[in-house]
């Protein structure tokens, strides 16, 4: 595999290599993916084309909260939040996120860029999920099993896998794309040149 100095090449095949992860599907997200996320120390990396309103369950409690409430919690703490996502967040996550002001404020990072269509998370730099799933209840298992999308992933804590993916993503989030990328009628603005 060619290594490049950003860690992040754009066309790659990469060695094969024996990788002890774990296959996640349907319920399984929420479980492996969605309650490592609300666990995060440090930090929550997310690429995903669709971006929605989740609900979570409370800790302790039957009820379900937005996930923006438990983001403003690990924001409150000083964990790092970024979504890289493909098209405008709905209605009911835009209207969420407006009820957090720290969130608003940068507590949660959020950047758009047309051509995002991997689906992965980061927690803690440590833990990394690569599927099929959106950032969204159906997508992530939250829903009933009559409501729930049909999905797939795995999950690893594979160090090199982790190291390249990270690469990859800090070369999408900082916009090193944006200036070949030919989508530029679509998109807000480079990536590069936002806050």
């Given at each position: 595999?060619?290594?490049?100095?950003h860690?992040?090449?754009?066309?790659l095949?990469?060695?094969?290599?024996?990788l002890?992860?774990?296959?996640?599907?349907?319920?399984?997200?929420?479980?492996?993916?969605?309650?490592?996320?609300?666990?995060?120390?440090?930090?929550v990396?997310?690429?995903?084309?669709?971006?929605?309103?989740?609900?979570?369950?409370?800790?302790?409690k039957?009820?379900?909260?937005?996930?923006?409430?438990?983001?403003d919690?690990?924001?409150?703490?000083?964990?790092e939040l970024?979504?890289?996502?493909?098209?405008?967040?709905?209605?009911?996550?835009?209207?969420?996120i407006?009820?957090?002001?720290?969130l608003?404020?940068?507590?949660?990072?959020?950047?758009?860029?047309?051509?995002?269509?991997?689906k992965?998370?980061?927690?803690?730099?440590?833990?990394?999920?690569?599927?099929?799933a959106?950032?969204?209840?159906?997508?992530?298992?939250?829903?009933g099993?009559?409501?729930?999308?049909?999905?797939l992933?795995?999950?690893?804590d594979?160090?090199?896998?982790?190291?390249?993916?990270?690469?990859?993503?800090?070369?999408?989030?900082?916009?090193?794309?944006?200036?070949?990328?030919?989508?530029?009628?679509?998109?807000?603005?480079?990536?590069?040149?936002?806050?």
């Amino acid at each position: 595999m060619r290594r490049s100095d950003h860690l992040a090449d754009m066309d790659l095949v990469g060695p094969t290599r024996q990788l002890a992860c774990a296959l996640v599907a349907g319920r399984g997200h929420y479980e492996r993916v969605t309650k490592a996320v609300l666990e995060a120390h440090t930090s929550v990396w997310i690429a995903t084309a669709n971006l929605k309103e989740l609900m979570v369950e409370r800790p302790g409690k039957r009820r379900y909260v937005s996930v923006l409430s438990r983001f403003d919690d690990l924001a409150k703490r000083g964990v790092e939040l970024r979504i890289l996502h493909a098209e405008l967040p709905s209605r009911p996550f835009r209207a969420a996120i407006a009820a957090h002001p720290r969130l608003v404020r940068g507590g949660l990072q959020l950047r758009m860029c047309p051509r995002v269509h991997l689906k992965l998370v980061i927690v803690d730099g440590a833990l990394l999920y690569l599927g099929s799933a959106n950032w969204t209840g159906a997508g992530l298992g939250a829903k009933g099993s009559g409501r729930r999308n049909f999905e797939l992933g795995v999950v690893t804590d594979d160090g090199p896998m982790l190291d390249q993916l990270q690469g990859y993503y800090e070369h999408l989030w900082r916009g090193a794309e944006c200036k070949q990328c030919r989508l530029h009628d679509l998109c807000p603005g480079p990536l590069n040149l936002r806050t």
